[in-house]
């Protein structure tokens, strides 16, 4: 890869980057925790931030960029923001499968149903209409009529 000039290319760069499939980034990765250099009972946060640290100075080796963790960190919750706030427009078209349907209406998140709508506990305070019509005949009154 060319070294990128612009940081915000650089970081969606770093965002598209498969280290996941990177043999190398894989294997690099797996000494550093197998040689006891992050102690395996540190909380996830920790064990997230040396693997975060690890991508960007690998990124940047091998891409000649200059990003630092920090602005990966920071790119990271922008990133994970946008996509909660395009959640909920995802959602509402989303059809719910029984189960999850099942899980809202058990923890008590009818909010979250889609196209649920509240329908009021009362009777409808209105006047009833008046039926315009015609009275049915009955069996008996049509067999006169004929």
């Known amino acids: 890869m060319e070294p990128q000039v612009n940081h915000e290319d650089a970081l969606k760069a770093y965002g598209s980057y498969p280290f996941s499939s990177d043999e190398t980034y ?6 550093l925790f197998a ?3 992050v102690d395996p009972n540190a909380p996830a946060e920790v064990h997230e931030d040396v693997k975060r640290r690890t991508r960007v100075f690998y990124f940047n080796k091998i891409t000649g960029n200059s990003i630092t963790a920090e602005e990966v960190c920071d790119y990271e919750l922008l990133l994970q923001q946008s996509l909660v706030e395009r959640k909920p427009a995802e959602d509402k078209d989303r059809v719910l499968t029984f189960a999850e349907l099942k899980e809202l209406i058990e923890s008590g998140n009818v909010d979250k149903i889609p196209n649920n709508k509240v329908i009021p506990d009362v009777l409808n ?3 009833p ?9 009955k069996p008996w009154e049509e067999a006169t009529d004929s």
């Not at 209409?129 to 005949?137: E, L, N």
Request: glycine share 14%; aromatic share 0%.
């Open 125 to 127: 305070e209105a006047p």
């Open 35 to 37: 040689g006891g250099a």
């Open 129 to 137: 209409s008046q039926s315009t019509a015609p009275m049915r005949k």
């Open 26 to 31: 894989q294997q690099g990765v797996a000494s």
